[in-house]
T-cell receptor
Framework: KNEVEQSPQNLTAQEGEFITINCSYS?????LHWLQQHPGGGIVSLFM???GKKKHGRLIATINIQEKHSSLHITASHPRDSAVYIC?????????FGTGTSLTVIP | DVKVTQSSRYLVKRTGEKVFLECVQD?????MFWYRQDPGLGLRLIYF???????EKGDIPEGYSVSREKKERFSLILESASTNQTSMYLC??????????FGSGTRLTVV
């Protein structure tokens, strides 16, 4: 049983395209996180959300608490956005992680 | 910026060896975590600690132990390494309900 489901698992896009990654979860949460992992690298926290929407540069994250769903959008995608994007939820002290979405942006 | 430092990026060990993975954070975070990451399985929690000398089992503690003698350091120990423990190991820390800060990961290969 997966508390966090992400889709799609893999995504290939042309440079400049608008990208959406979805995350659905089944537990009550205090916050939802979007993380980014570059190949061979550590993980960087992009957003922490408990309601509404947050924007950072070309990245936008939204959350609908009632529907237990979040989306990560990338506008004007660039090859340097190529990474694995991971959704994580925290009902309390622990986190539950999605298996990640591997994004490749082609020039 | 909080830093979480893992002592090795790449490690190759032999089956049966005792392996120590070290993690140090520099921002006085109470909570520290060890995860392993495998393709298709995502991040799985091995152990976490919410204070010095305190530890809690995560989802997959078998074959591992941990040590937290000082607040800034959380060590993961593979008592007798096996090939199925070949994986990427990630340490993280957080304070209260804040976000996670992850280390760069240690890719361990057991041969």
């Amino acid at each position: 049983k997966n508390e966090v489901e992400q889709s799609p698992q893999n995504l290939t896009a042309q440079e400049g395209e608008f990208i959406t990654i979805n995350c659905s979860y089944s537990v009550g949460i205090s916050a939802l996180h979007w993380l980014q992992q570059h190949p061979g690298g550590g993980i960087v926290s992009l957003f922490m959300l408990s309601s509404g929407k947050k924007k950072h540069g070309r990245l936008i994250a939204t959350i609908n608490i009632q529907e237990k769903h979040s989306s990560l959008h990338i506008t004007a995608s660039h090859p340097r956005d190529s990474a694995v994007y991971i959704c994580a939820v925290s009902p309390g002290n622990q986190f539950y992680f999605g298996t990640g979405t591997s994004l490749t942006v082609i020039p | 910026d909080v830093k979480v430092t893992q002592s090795s990026r790449y490690l190759v060990k032999r089956t049966g060896e005792k392996v120590f993975l070290e993690c140090v954070q520099d921002m006085d975070h109470e909570n520290m975590f060890w995860y392993r990451q495998d393709p298709g399985l995502g991040l799985r929690l091995i152990y976490f600690s919410y204070d010095v000398k305190m530890k809690e089992k995560g989802d997959i503690p078998e074959g591992y132990s941990v040590s937290r003698e000082k607040k800034e350091r959380f060590s993961l120990i593979l008592e007798s390494a096996s090939t199925n423990q070949t994986s990427m190991y990630l340490c993280a820390s957080r304070t209260g309900q804040g976000g996670y800060t992850f280390g760069s990961g240690t890719r361990l290969t057991v041969v």
